[in-house]
């Protein structure tokens, strides 16, 4: 079969272009911290504007809430925003799921809310790259798909949450439910700083530990306290030697709070940490070293301890389906000019979500940038051309010619089942 000449409409990218840098100056302008609920609200109304020329079906939610520890150890409603979604021709047999988060790592008090273009093509502000920026490149490659032969041909959702940054709590089962009824995801996290795509990922889990212990008059009564802040130092030394045990493995103890006035013996501190793992299994023994500091700090006199919190995202593995895609993505980007190379990295996403619940997926196809968590995070603003023109032909390369994914059903045994 000779393949359709795809440049026409490849091109068409260059011309959306400049709408898209405007309209990407307008997201980051919006401050949209994980915690800013009206932020994302006002970033929600820009985006199903933004988005609405594609059609299909748009549907916007709120994900309510989930619960967690705050500063001071006791539960409490943890509220977050609105979820977009947007689907179209779901009777197509192929069916691709596109992903971008909304929210940012920077609060609505942080300094860093402003946008500023620099020399060499660049454009700085917070979300710029993660992952605003390439909210912009899904758009456009869908646009260009949607305005080519071959729409109609390819079925999409969108699925934008407001809660990545956070570990996305509250869109976890959208994400798994979305990922069961489309047979390959497209996440637009930004590539790193070289344009190299991130392969296999690392896992993590969140933790909370409590300490308790008992108050008393530092000076009268000294003895009878029971000092929670030596229990959390005890357990975050012991905690952080962890590290370089097991390869593959870190842990970073990475908040504290507790105590109060000096002159009484603290009777509540506690830890937030972080833990990273490159292989499921290390799960368990993980909760095992968890569950012996605990209880050495519990085996003192007058001490409790409780542990909150698990593993939010388990490790993502290069399958034979997201090896697959990786090719294919490779092999699109080359018809490009682009020379498209992968490694593994520590740091996770919600690609990892979707390779846990089954589904193959690339999760870097955003904007080209760096230094993203801080306030000197850039993107390139030739990225929104150069990523949007190879997801738009890789879109269209999907709808024309459906040997291109192997994974389709009717091309492997393993083909997944559409509308599950
Ligand atoms: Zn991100």
Sequence with gaps: MTEPDYTPWVER????AATAERELIRLA?????????????????????QFAPLGGTLTRSEL???RRINDAGEEEPWEHGPMLSIRKWPGAPLQVLLVG????????????????ALPQGRLHGPGVADLKGGLMVMLNALSVLEGS??????????????????????SAPFLAAAAGRNHLGLVFEPSMPDGTLAGVRKGSGNFVVVFRGRAAHAGREHHLGRNAIRAMA????????????RPGVTVNPGFVSGGGPVNVVPDRALLRFNVRIDQVEHEDWVLGELKRLSSDITGRDGFEVELHGGFGRKPKPMTTDTRRLFELVADTGKRLGMDLAWASTGGCCDGNNLAAAGLPNVDTLGVVGGNIHSDREYMELESLISRGRLSALLLMRLASDQTAWPGMPGNSAQGRGNGR
């Excluded at 994980?34 to 109304?45: H, Y």
């Excluded at 988060?101 to 500023?116: A, C, E, G, K, W």
């Design 13 to 16: 990218i260059d011309a959306l």
């Design 29 to 49: 302008e919006i401050n949209s911290g994980s915690n800013n609920l009206p932020g994302l609200r006002a970033l929600a109304d820009v985006l199903a504007q």
């Design 64 to 66: 309510g809430c989930t």
């Design 101 to 116: 988060h909304m929210d940012t790592v920077f609060p609505v008090d942080h300094p860093f809310q402003s946008v500023r």
């Design 149 to 170: 032969p071959w729409a109609g041909r390819l079925g999409w959702e969108v699925l934008l949450n407001p809660d990545e940054e956070i570990g996305s709590p509250g």
């Design 234 to 245: 005890d357990f975050t030394s012991s905690l952080d030697d962890l590290n370089g045990q």
